[in-house]
T-cell receptor
Framework: DTAVSQTPKYLVTQMGNDKSIKCEQN?????MYWYKQDSKKFLKIMFS???????INETVPNRFSPKSPDKAHLNLHINSLELGDSAVYFC?????????????FGQGTRLTVV | EDQVTQSPEALRLQEGESSSLNCSYT??????LFWYRQDPGKGPEFLFT???AGEEKEKERLKATLTKKESFLHITAPKPEDSATYLC????????????FGKGTKLSVKP
């Protein structure tokens, strides 16, 4: 009965490969996000989608492409992986309108590029 | 520029030794300040939202307060299970919901 679930939890891959991370939320929220947590544990926004529409696209390489087939799902595809892409990627969701706007996070996907 | 600074970076307490964590922020129009707890290998777990100066919220041994420039997370008589990294985040005015996080305070409570 997980609120925000992402798969896989661990991903080890070689440089140059293409990989995807999937995220689903069952909270009925209208906004979903991808955050990146680097080796120093610093969390930073990458993308934000509201009702399947891209709202925020921070300074992220074009190799990263989010896709939202519906408002409950937000996937992240990464092309031509580089060593510097190694990090933990978190999916999150929130409801932008209403009294409670806190974001809920998934358990993270630890990506290791070798 | 919107910014969040947390201090200290790490805090070691004895069980029962109360203390406070600080979160200083500069933001263009605050739409909420959030506290999260993160355990190793897990995602941030939501604790509190504060919206206006003077607001306070409590949950078990934790109490969060907010002023116009900073927020405190007070921990009363902590237990070893309170050991975690505590993250502070702000939502700027005009943002589309994204959060700006501080680097966190790693709390260790020894029995």
């Amino acid at each position: 009965d997980t609120a925000v679930s992402q798969t896989p939890k661990y991903l080890v891959t070689q440089m140059g490969n293409d990989k995807s991370i999937k995220c689903e939320q069952n909270l009925g929220h209208d906004t979903m996000y991808w955050y990146k947590q680097d080796s120093k544990k610093f969390l930073k926004i990458m993308f934000s989608y509201n009702n399947k529409e891209l709202i925020i696209n921070e300074t992220v390489p074009n190799r990263f492409s989010p896709k939202s087939p519906d408002k409950a799902h937000l996937n992240l595809h990464i092309n031509s992986l580089e060593l510097g892409d190694s990090a933990v990627y978190f999916c999150a969701s929130s409801q932008e309108k209403g009294l409670n706007t806190e974001a809920f996070f998934g358990q993270g996907t630890r990506l290791t590029v070798v | 520029e919107d910014q969040v600074t947390q201090s200290p970076e790490a805090l070691r307490l004895q069980e029962g030794e109360s203390s406070s964590l600080n979160c200083s922020y500069t933001v263009s129009g605050l739409r909420g300040l959030f506290w999260y707890r993160q355990d190793p290998g897990k995602g941030p777990e939501f604790l509190f939202t504060l919206y206006s100066a003077g607001e306070e919220k409590e949950k078990e041994r934790l109490k969060a307060t907010l002023t116009k420039k900073e927020s405190f997370l007070h921990i009363t008589a902590p237990k070893p299970e309170d050991s975690a990294t505590y993250l502070c985040a702000v939502r700027p005015g005009g943002s589309q919901g994204n959060l700006i996080f501080g680097k966190g305070t790693k709390l260790s409570v020894k029995p």
